[in-house]
Protein backbone atom coordinates (compact mmCIF):
# COMPACT_ATOMS: atom_id res chain seq x y z
CA UNK A 1 0.00 0.00 0.00
CA UNK A 2 1.30 3.69 -0.95
CA UNK A 3 1.70 6.03 1.57
CA UNK A 4 1.99 9.54 1.13
CA UNK A 5 5.82 10.22 1.36
CA UNK A 6 6.07 7.72 -1.29
CA UNK A 7 4.40 10.53 -3.78
CA UNK A 8 5.48 11.63 -6.80
CA UNK A 9 5.48 15.27 -7.10
CA UNK A 10 2.78 15.42 -9.82
CA UNK A 11 0.26 13.39 -7.67
CA UNK A 12 1.10 15.33 -3.93
CA UNK A 13 0.05 18.29 -6.21
CA UNK A 14 -2.99 17.16 -7.53
CA UNK A 15 -3.71 16.53 -3.78
CA UNK A 16 -2.79 19.76 -2.45
CA UNK A 17 -5.28 21.17 -5.79
CA UNK A 18 -8.01 19.01 -4.31
CA UNK A 19 -7.50 20.07 -1.03
CA UNK A 20 -7.55 23.51 -1.35
CA UNK A 21 -10.22 23.28 -4.14
CA UNK A 22 -12.09 21.40 -1.06
CA UNK A 23 -11.71 24.00 1.50
CA UNK A 24 -12.69 26.58 -1.35
CA UNK A 25 -16.10 24.98 -1.52
CA UNK A 26 -16.50 24.99 1.76
CA UNK A 27 -15.94 28.46 2.40
CA UNK A 28 -18.25 29.36 -0.65
CA UNK A 29 -20.71 26.87 1.01
CA UNK A 30 -20.55 28.84 4.37
CA UNK A 31 -20.56 32.08 2.72
CA UNK A 32 -23.49 31.29 0.79
CA UNK A 33 -25.48 30.27 3.36
CA UNK A 34 -23.97 33.44 5.64
CA UNK A 35 -25.64 35.55 2.50
CA UNK A 36 -28.49 33.88 2.23
CA UNK A 37 -29.37 34.26 5.94
CA UNK A 38 -27.99 37.55 6.01
CA UNK A 39 -30.41 38.88 3.00
CA UNK A 40 -33.96 37.96 4.39
CA UNK A 41 -34.12 33.81 4.02
CA UNK A 42 -33.65 34.66 7.88
CA UNK A 43 -36.14 36.60 10.39
CA UNK A 44 -34.83 39.91 10.83
CA UNK A 45 -34.07 39.54 14.48
CA UNK A 46 -31.96 36.09 13.76
CA UNK A 47 -35.05 34.19 14.76
CA UNK A 48 -34.80 34.62 18.83
CA UNK A 49 -32.27 32.14 20.85
CA UNK A 50 -31.61 29.68 18.44
CA UNK A 51 -31.48 32.06 15.05
CA UNK A 52 -28.36 33.71 17.23
CA UNK A 53 -26.87 30.45 17.87
CA UNK A 54 -27.18 29.74 13.81
CA UNK A 55 -25.76 32.75 13.37
CA UNK A 56 -22.86 32.50 15.87
CA UNK A 57 -21.94 28.85 14.52
CA UNK A 58 -22.13 30.34 10.79
CA UNK A 59 -19.97 33.19 12.13
CA UNK A 60 -17.12 30.91 13.56
CA UNK A 61 -17.29 28.73 10.45
CA UNK A 62 -16.48 31.52 8.02
CA UNK A 63 -13.72 32.83 10.17
CA UNK A 64 -12.24 29.32 10.15
CA UNK A 65 -12.63 28.65 6.71
CA UNK A 66 -11.14 32.63 5.84
CA UNK A 67 -8.28 31.71 9.01
CA UNK A 68 -7.22 28.34 7.85
CA UNK A 69 -7.30 28.87 4.02
CA UNK A 70 -4.94 32.49 3.79
CA UNK A 71 -3.15 30.56 6.91
CA UNK A 72 -2.07 27.54 4.12
CA UNK A 73 -2.05 30.64 0.93
CA UNK A 74 0.58 32.22 3.29
CA UNK A 75 2.43 29.13 4.22
CA UNK A 76 2.74 28.46 0.52
CA UNK A 77 4.35 31.59 -0.11
CA UNK A 78 7.09 30.98 3.03
CA UNK A 79 5.20 32.64 5.70
CA UNK A 80 3.96 31.62 9.13
CA UNK A 81 0.36 30.75 8.88
CA UNK A 82 -0.32 33.38 11.50
CA UNK A 83 0.22 35.95 8.91
CA UNK A 84 -2.85 34.73 6.43
CA UNK A 85 -4.35 34.54 9.97
CA UNK A 86 -4.30 37.79 10.99
CA UNK A 87 -4.75 38.45 7.55
CA UNK A 88 -8.49 36.96 7.35
CA UNK A 89 -9.14 39.06 10.34
CA UNK A 90 -8.40 42.29 8.50
CA UNK A 91 -10.58 41.41 5.59
CA UNK A 92 -13.65 40.30 7.91
CA UNK A 93 -13.28 43.57 9.91
CA UNK A 94 -15.87 45.63 9.48
CA UNK A 95 -13.49 48.63 7.41
CA UNK A 96 -13.24 46.11 4.52
CA UNK A 97 -16.33 43.24 4.76
CA UNK A 98 -18.54 45.55 6.46
CA UNK A 99 -17.73 48.33 3.24
CA UNK A 100 -18.28 45.94 0.92
CA UNK A 101 -21.54 43.92 2.48
CA UNK A 102 -22.61 45.81 5.51
CA UNK A 103 -25.79 43.77 5.42
CA UNK A 104 -23.80 41.01 5.31
CA UNK A 105 -21.53 42.12 7.86
CA UNK A 106 -23.79 43.23 10.21
CA UNK A 107 -25.77 39.73 9.86
CA UNK A 108 -22.48 37.77 10.54
CA UNK A 109 -21.09 39.87 13.23
CA UNK A 110 -23.84 41.95 15.39
CA UNK A 111 -22.60 43.18 18.89
CA UNK A 112 -24.04 40.47 21.08
CA UNK A 113 -21.65 37.92 18.68
CA UNK A 114 -18.82 39.84 18.74
CA UNK A 115 -19.12 39.49 22.47
CA UNK A 116 -19.43 35.84 22.58
CA UNK A 117 -16.66 35.27 19.69
CA UNK A 118 -14.27 37.34 21.91
CA UNK A 119 -14.85 35.13 25.04
CA UNK A 120 -14.25 32.10 23.08
CA UNK A 121 -11.18 33.85 21.73
CA UNK A 122 -9.96 34.36 25.40
CA UNK A 123 -10.68 30.75 26.37
CA UNK A 124 -8.14 30.12 23.33
CA UNK A 125 -5.54 32.69 24.17
CA UNK A 126 -5.43 31.21 27.97
CA UNK A 127 -4.71 27.36 26.56
CA UNK A 128 -1.98 28.60 24.05
CA UNK A 129 -0.46 30.69 27.24
CA UNK A 130 -0.17 27.70 29.42
CA UNK A 131 1.46 25.46 26.10
CA UNK A 132 3.84 28.48 26.47
CA UNK A 133 4.31 28.24 29.54
CA UNK A 134 4.71 24.34 29.40
CA UNK A 135 7.39 24.29 26.84
CA UNK A 136 9.23 26.96 28.46
CA UNK A 137 12.53 24.89 29.44
CA UNK A 138 14.10 27.29 32.13
CA UNK A 139 16.67 24.74 33.03
CA UNK A 140 17.83 24.30 29.90
CA UNK A 141 19.14 27.91 29.67
CA UNK A 142 21.95 27.54 31.51
CA UNK A 143 24.86 26.27 29.75
CA UNK A 144 24.91 29.24 27.35
CA UNK A 145 24.74 31.95 29.70
CA UNK A 146 26.99 34.20 28.72
CA UNK A 147 26.20 34.61 25.16
CA UNK A 148 22.75 34.43 26.35
CA UNK A 149 23.22 37.56 28.54
CA UNK A 150 24.77 39.45 25.77
CA UNK A 151 22.46 38.68 23.71
CA UNK A 152 19.01 38.76 25.73
CA UNK A 153 20.02 42.25 27.15
CA UNK A 154 20.57 43.88 23.94
CA UNK A 155 17.48 42.62 22.55
CA UNK A 156 15.56 43.62 25.40
CA UNK A 157 17.01 47.11 26.57
CA UNK A 158 17.96 49.14 22.56
CA UNK A 159 14.49 48.79 21.99
CA UNK A 160 12.92 48.81 25.09
CA UNK A 161 15.17 52.40 24.85
CA UNK A 162 13.84 53.49 21.75
CA UNK A 163 10.34 52.49 22.01
CA UNK A 164 10.24 54.48 25.68
CA UNK A 165 11.42 57.40 23.85
CA UNK A 166 9.39 57.14 20.98
CA UNK A 167 6.44 57.14 23.73
CA UNK A 168 6.87 60.89 24.70
CA UNK A 169 5.65 62.32 21.47
CA UNK A 170 3.25 59.50 20.88
CA UNK A 171 1.19 59.84 24.52
CA UNK A 172 -0.52 63.51 23.30
CA UNK A 173 -2.02 61.55 19.92
CA UNK A 174 -3.70 58.82 22.34
CA UNK A 175 -7.32 58.97 23.30
CA UNK A 176 -7.12 55.63 25.74
CA UNK A 177 -9.32 55.44 28.90
CA UNK A 178 -7.58 54.80 31.38
CA UNK A 179 -3.80 55.43 29.95
CA UNK A 180 -1.73 57.21 32.05
CA UNK A 181 2.14 58.54 30.51
CA UNK A 182 4.42 55.88 32.92
CA UNK A 183 2.08 53.13 31.72
CA UNK A 184 1.51 53.98 28.22
CA UNK A 185 5.63 54.56 28.01
CA UNK A 186 6.50 50.65 29.77
CA UNK A 187 3.60 49.24 27.11
CA UNK A 188 4.55 50.89 24.38
CA UNK A 189 8.49 49.72 25.46
CA UNK A 190 7.81 46.35 26.18
CA UNK A 191 5.73 45.85 23.03
CA UNK A 192 8.52 47.25 21.02
CA UNK A 193 10.74 44.58 22.80
CA UNK A 194 9.23 41.17 22.66
CA UNK A 195 10.61 38.12 20.40
CA UNK A 196 7.31 36.08 19.47
CA UNK A 197 8.79 32.10 20.44
CA UNK A 198 6.20 29.65 18.84
CA UNK A 199 6.61 31.71 15.55
CA UNK A 200 10.15 31.76 15.83
CA UNK A 201 10.44 28.02 16.58
CA UNK A 202 8.09 27.48 13.71
CA UNK A 203 10.58 29.41 11.39
CA UNK A 204 13.75 27.82 13.21
CA UNK A 205 11.95 24.62 11.87
CA UNK A 206 10.76 25.28 8.58
CA UNK A 207 14.33 27.08 7.19
CA UNK A 208 16.35 24.28 9.12
CA UNK A 209 17.92 27.20 10.85
CA UNK A 210 17.36 25.33 14.21
CA UNK A 211 20.09 23.03 14.62
CA UNK A 212 22.55 25.73 14.27
CA UNK A 213 24.25 28.01 16.82
CA UNK A 214 22.61 31.19 15.64
CA UNK A 215 19.45 29.35 16.08
CA UNK A 216 19.88 27.72 19.37
CA UNK A 217 20.63 30.94 21.07
CA UNK A 218 17.49 33.16 19.48
CA UNK A 219 15.26 30.45 20.61
CA UNK A 220 16.93 30.30 24.12
CA UNK A 221 17.28 34.23 24.33
CA UNK A 222 13.30 34.59 23.23
CA UNK A 223 12.49 32.42 26.05
CA UNK A 224 14.61 34.88 28.23
CA UNK A 225 12.71 37.86 26.87
CA UNK A 226 9.75 36.42 27.21
CA UNK A 227 9.82 35.39 31.05
CA UNK A 228 10.71 39.19 31.57
CA UNK A 229 8.64 40.64 29.27
CA UNK A 230 5.69 39.07 30.73
CA UNK A 231 7.29 40.39 34.52
CA UNK A 232 7.45 43.56 33.36
CA UNK A 233 3.92 43.42 31.47
CA UNK A 234 2.54 42.70 35.13
CA UNK A 235 3.93 45.66 36.29
CA UNK A 236 2.46 47.75 33.33
CA UNK A 237 -0.79 46.53 34.09
CA UNK A 238 -0.73 47.36 37.57
CA UNK A 239 0.03 50.82 37.13
CA UNK A 240 -2.58 51.22 35.08
CA UNK A 241 -5.40 49.46 36.70
CA UNK A 242 -5.57 51.65 39.39
CA UNK A 243 -4.75 55.49 39.90
CA UNK A 244 -3.34 55.21 43.31
CA UNK A 245 0.19 53.94 43.44
CA UNK A 246 -0.55 52.00 46.73
CA UNK A 247 -3.39 49.68 44.71
CA UNK A 248 -0.47 48.89 41.73
CA UNK A 249 1.93 48.19 44.75
CA UNK A 250 -0.75 45.63 46.39
CA UNK A 251 -1.39 44.58 42.87
CA UNK A 252 2.54 43.65 42.21
CA UNK A 253 2.43 42.01 45.73
CA UNK A 254 -0.62 40.14 44.71
CA UNK A 255 0.72 38.83 41.83
CA UNK A 256 4.51 37.54 43.52
CA UNK A 257 2.33 36.11 45.96
CA UNK A 258 0.35 34.28 43.50
CA UNK A 259 3.43 33.18 41.83
CA UNK A 260 5.27 31.75 45.11
CA UNK A 261 2.19 29.96 45.47
CA UNK A 262 2.32 28.36 42.34
CA UNK A 263 5.81 27.09 42.78
CA UNK A 264 5.75 26.76 46.23
CA UNK A 265 2.32 25.31 46.93
CA UNK A 266 0.41 24.22 43.70
CA UNK A 267 3.50 22.32 42.11
CA UNK A 268 4.22 20.04 44.06
CA UNK A 269 0.50 19.19 44.80
CA UNK A 270 0.04 19.05 40.99
CA UNK A 271 2.86 16.29 40.90
CA UNK A 272 1.49 14.54 43.17
CA UNK A 273 -2.21 14.66 41.67
CA UNK A 274 -0.98 13.74 38.39
CA UNK A 275 1.38 10.33 39.96
CA UNK A 276 -1.57 9.00 41.58
CA UNK A 277 -4.10 9.67 38.03
CA UNK A 278 -0.48 7.71 36.00
CA UNK A 279 -0.87 4.88 38.66
CA UNK A 280 -4.68 4.45 39.09
CA UNK A 281 -6.31 2.35 36.19
CA UNK A 282 -7.77 4.52 33.69
CA UNK A 283 -6.41 7.66 35.25
CA UNK A 284 -4.89 9.30 32.87
CA UNK A 285 -8.30 10.28 31.60
CA UNK A 286 -8.18 12.46 34.51
CA UNK A 287 -4.59 14.37 33.51
CA UNK A 288 -6.54 16.91 30.90
CA UNK A 289 -8.94 18.15 32.75
CA UNK A 290 -6.57 18.72 35.89
CA UNK A 291 -4.34 20.25 33.89
CA UNK A 292 -7.01 22.43 32.03
CA UNK A 293 -8.79 23.07 35.37
CA UNK A 294 -5.81 24.15 37.08
CA UNK A 295 -4.48 26.41 34.03
CA UNK A 296 -8.66 28.13 33.92
CA UNK A 297 -8.29 28.88 37.73
CA UNK A 298 -4.99 30.36 37.59
CA UNK A 299 -5.89 32.35 34.82
CA UNK A 300 -9.18 33.89 36.93
CA UNK A 301 -7.04 34.47 40.09
CA UNK A 302 -4.89 37.18 38.09
CA UNK A 303 -7.46 38.33 36.29
CA UNK A 304 -9.13 38.84 39.83
CA UNK A 305 -5.73 40.23 41.60
CA UNK A 306 -5.78 43.07 38.36
CA UNK A 307 -3.50 41.00 36.45
CA UNK A 308 -3.99 40.02 33.12
CA UNK A 309 -5.30 36.12 32.97
CA UNK A 310 -2.57 35.26 30.15
CA UNK A 311 0.27 35.77 33.47
CA UNK A 312 -1.81 33.06 35.29
CA UNK A 313 -2.43 30.65 32.45
CA UNK A 314 1.25 30.96 31.16
CA UNK A 315 2.68 30.01 35.30
CA UNK A 316 0.30 27.10 35.53
CA UNK A 317 1.82 26.06 32.31
CA UNK A 318 4.58 27.05 33.98
CA UNK A 319 4.82 25.02 36.89
CA UNK A 320 3.27 21.76 35.38
CA UNK A 321 5.18 18.61 35.44
CA UNK A 322 7.46 17.91 32.81
CA UNK A 323 5.98 14.03 32.38
CA UNK A 324 6.09 12.01 29.22
CA UNK A 325 2.57 11.37 29.52
CA UNK A 326 1.55 15.19 29.98
CA UNK A 327 2.67 15.49 26.27
CA UNK A 328 0.09 12.70 24.49
CA UNK A 329 -2.72 13.34 27.09
CA UNK A 330 -2.46 17.29 27.09
CA UNK A 331 -0.26 19.14 25.55
CA UNK A 332 -1.38 17.41 22.34
CA UNK A 333 -4.98 17.69 22.65
CA UNK A 334 -5.13 21.15 23.92
CA UNK A 335 -2.38 22.24 20.80
CA UNK A 336 -4.52 20.13 18.44
CA UNK A 337 -7.69 21.85 19.21
CA UNK A 338 -6.33 25.63 20.35
CA UNK A 339 -4.80 25.48 16.94
CA UNK A 340 -7.27 24.43 14.90
CA UNK A 341 -11.03 26.43 16.55
CA UNK A 342 -9.73 28.71 19.43
CA UNK A 343 -6.56 30.41 17.68
CA UNK A 344 -8.07 31.57 14.55
CA UNK A 345 -10.71 33.09 16.50
CA UNK A 346 -8.05 35.12 18.43
CA UNK A 347 -6.13 35.79 15.64
CA UNK A 348 -9.42 36.77 13.52
CA UNK A 349 -11.24 39.00 16.39
CA UNK A 350 -7.68 40.87 16.93
CA UNK A 351 -7.87 41.60 12.82
CA UNK A 352 -11.25 42.69 13.18
CA UNK A 353 -10.39 45.40 15.81
CA UNK A 354 -8.08 46.94 13.33
CA UNK A 355 -9.20 50.48 12.49
CA UNK A 356 -6.95 51.97 9.33
CA UNK A 357 -7.88 55.81 10.80
CA UNK A 358 -6.75 57.78 14.13
CA UNK A 359 -3.97 60.17 15.07
CA UNK A 360 -5.84 62.79 13.35
CA UNK A 361 -6.33 61.34 10.19
CA UNK A 362 -4.55 61.82 7.13
CA UNK A 363 -1.02 60.57 6.97
CA UNK A 364 -0.56 60.89 10.53
CA UNK A 365 -0.82 57.32 10.76
CA UNK A 366 1.16 55.89 8.58
CA UNK A 367 4.22 58.24 10.32
CA UNK A 368 3.70 56.89 13.12
CA UNK A 369 3.53 53.68 11.88
CA UNK A 370 6.94 53.79 10.25
CA UNK A 371 8.30 55.62 13.65
CA UNK A 372 7.33 52.41 15.53
CA UNK A 373 8.73 49.60 12.80
CA UNK A 374 11.81 51.37 12.55
CA UNK A 375 12.19 51.56 16.50
CA UNK A 376 11.02 48.10 16.73
CA UNK A 377 13.16 46.56 13.91
CA UNK A 378 16.21 48.61 13.81
CA UNK A 379 16.19 48.23 17.92
CA UNK A 380 15.82 44.93 18.13
CA UNK A 381 18.51 44.41 14.92
CA UNK A 382 20.95 45.87 16.83
CA UNK A 383 20.83 45.02 20.01
CA UNK A 384 21.20 41.66 19.94
CA UNK A 385 23.66 41.66 17.01
CA UNK A 386 25.87 43.96 19.03
CA UNK A 387 25.33 41.85 22.09
CA UNK A 388 25.87 38.81 19.84
CA UNK A 389 29.31 40.27 18.68
CA UNK A 390 30.27 40.91 22.35
CA UNK A 391 29.44 37.62 23.18
CA UNK A 392 32.06 36.22 20.47
CA UNK A 393 30.07 35.55 17.67
CA UNK A 394 31.21 35.98 13.97
CA UNK A 395 29.29 38.89 12.45
CA UNK A 396 27.10 36.61 10.38
CA UNK A 397 25.89 34.46 13.06
CA UNK A 398 25.57 37.68 15.25
CA UNK A 399 23.28 39.16 11.87
CA UNK A 400 21.40 36.39 11.81
CA UNK A 401 20.82 35.85 15.88
CA UNK A 402 19.46 39.71 14.89
CA UNK A 403 17.05 38.76 12.22
CA UNK A 404 15.50 35.66 13.92
CA UNK A 405 15.19 37.67 17.35
CA UNK A 406 12.79 40.33 15.29
CA UNK A 407 10.49 37.72 15.09
CA UNK A 408 7.59 39.10 17.04
CA UNK A 409 4.52 37.71 15.87
CA UNK A 410 1.70 36.09 18.21
CA UNK A 411 3.36 37.64 21.26
CA UNK A 412 3.43 41.13 20.20
CA UNK A 413 -0.44 40.52 18.89
CA UNK A 414 -1.47 39.48 22.19
CA UNK A 415 0.37 42.32 24.11
CA UNK A 416 -1.17 44.47 21.87
CA UNK A 417 -4.82 42.86 22.03
CA UNK A 418 -3.83 43.28 26.05
CA UNK A 419 -3.49 47.09 25.77
CA UNK A 420 -6.43 47.28 23.79
CA UNK A 421 -8.89 46.09 26.39
CA UNK A 422 -7.08 47.17 29.13
CA UNK A 423 -7.56 51.01 27.73
CA UNK A 424 -3.55 51.77 27.91
CA UNK A 425 -3.06 52.36 23.85
CA UNK A 426 -6.23 53.13 22.02
CA UNK A 427 -7.43 51.63 18.64
CA UNK A 428 -5.39 53.45 16.05
CA UNK A 429 -2.12 52.48 18.18
CA UNK A 430 -3.04 49.08 18.05
CA UNK A 431 -3.46 49.09 14.54
CA UNK A 432 0.34 49.96 14.40
CA UNK A 433 1.30 47.14 17.11
CA UNK A 434 -0.87 44.67 14.25
CA UNK A 435 0.79 45.97 11.60
CA UNK A 436 4.68 46.16 12.75
CA UNK A 437 3.73 42.34 14.23
CA UNK A 438 3.19 41.16 10.52
CA UNK A 439 6.01 43.36 8.90
CA UNK A 440 8.84 41.90 11.37
CA UNK A 441 6.84 38.15 11.36
CA UNK A 442 6.76 38.35 7.13
CA UNK A 443 10.23 39.61 7.20
CA UNK A 444 12.06 37.03 9.03
CA UNK A 445 12.24 34.42 6.15
CA UNK A 446 13.16 37.05 3.40
CA UNK A 447 16.01 38.59 5.64
CA UNK A 448 17.30 35.40 6.51
CA UNK A 449 17.63 34.01 3.44
CA UNK A 450 19.60 37.65 2.96
CA UNK A 451 22.26 36.07 5.40
CA UNK A 452 23.14 33.37 3.82
CA UNK A 453 21.39 31.20 6.82
CA UNK A 454 19.20 29.45 4.66
CA UNK A 455 18.11 28.58 1.29
CA UNK A 456 14.85 27.63 1.48
CA UNK A 457 11.45 29.61 2.81
CA UNK A 458 9.91 29.57 5.84
CA UNK A 459 7.23 27.09 4.00
Not at 189 to 211: K, Q
Not at 339 to 352: E, K, N, Q, R
Amino acid sequence: MAIDTELDPTTSRRRTRRRTLALGAVGAAALGLAVAAGTGLAPPDGGGAAGLGVRFLVSVAVILVAAHGLGRLAHRFGQPPVVGEIAAGLLLAPGVLGAVAPGLWAWLFPDSLLQALGLTAQLGLVCFMFLLGWETDVAGLRNDRGPLLGIGLGGFAVPFALGAALAVPLYPLQDAEASSPLAFTLFLALALSITAVPVLARVLSDTGVGGTRPGRLAMMAAVVVDVVSWGVLAVVLALAGSGDPREAVFTIAAAVAFVAGMVVVVRPLLAAAIAAAERAAGGEALLLPIALVVTIASAAATEAIGVHAVFGAFVAGAVMPRRPALGGRVAGPVRAFSGAVLLPLYFASVGMSVVFSGFGGGWTLWLVLLAVLAAAAVGKLVGVTAGARLAGLPRREALTTGVLMNCRGLTELIIADIGLRTGIIDTAMFTVLVLVALVTTAATGPLLRLTGATGRGTG
